[in-house]
């Protein structure tokens, strides 16, 4: 069973459009994650939940909103995509935020043209 | 920042050698974590070392922390291919509401060649 999935793996769009990544997590951990790994591998912090509650937002454009329907569930909403968004964005869940490992999902290479 | 950095960038070393990599970060910490990333893949968490721990080991994995001088050492034994990978510290910080943030380095390119 994968322990924390986003859908979808790849996604191509064009400039201007608006798009959804999902991330679920069946770990019950009570804290997920957005993180944005650019071209260079630097992965950025991007959005923090726990108990549904936002907790951290590192300055992301408001272009971005995130949703968390539930605990296990964390899914990111892009509007007006830009040629800057192409990243690989990787959810990520933990128990207790950052006191303990995180688990990854395998990442959403967005690439917008 | 609190951001942490990763020393040396890239690393190639023959397989059954020993592979050390370094992390510099500059704030004060509750744990410092390792991570793998194979290529095209998400992070895979290898080993957190709390702040009151100076050693930890698992595996052929090796951690030191020397919280006086902000850095921390990765040390894998014996290498082997599959080791080949980039390896990522994460530093644990305040975020603000009492959250703590994981803060990533940019990483060391490790190649083991056969």
């Known amino acids: 069973d994968t322990a924390v999935s986003q859908t979808p793996k790849y996604l191509v769009t064009q400039m201007g459009n608006d798009k959804s990544i999902k991330c679920e997590q069946n770990l019950g951990h009570d804290t997920m994650y957005w993180y944005k790994q650019d071209s260079k591998k630097f992965l950025k912090i991007m959005f923090s939940?726990?108990?549904?509650?936002?907790?951290i937002n590192e300055t992301v454009p408001n272009r971005f909103s995130p949703k968390s329907p539930d605990k296990a569930h964390l899914n990111l909403h892009i509007n007006s995509l830009e040629l800057g968004d192409s990243a690989v964005y990787f959810c990520a869940s933990s128990r207790g935020a950052g006191r303990t490992e995180a688990f990854f999902g395998q990442g959403t290479r967005l690439t917008v043209v | 920042s609190q951001q942490g950095e990763e020393d040396p960038q890239a690393l190639s070393i023959q397989e059954g050698e020993n592979a050390t990599m370094n992390c510099s970060y500059k704030t004060s910490i509750n744990n410092l974590q390792w991570y793998r990333q194979n290529s095209g893949r998400g992070l895979v968490h290898l080993i957190l070392?709390?702040?009151?721990?100076r050693e930890k080991h698992s595996g052929r994995l090796r951690v030191t922390l020397d919280t006086s001088k902000k850095s921390s050492s990765l040390l894998i034994t014996a290498s082997r291919a599959a080791d080949t990978a980039s390896y990522f510290c994460a530093t644990a910080a305040s975020g603000g509401q009492g959250a703590q943030k994981l803060v990533f380095g940019q990483g060391t390119r490790l190649t083991i060649n056969p």
């Open positions: 070392i709390r702040s009151n721990e």
């Open positions: 939940y726990n108990n549904k509650e936002l907790i």
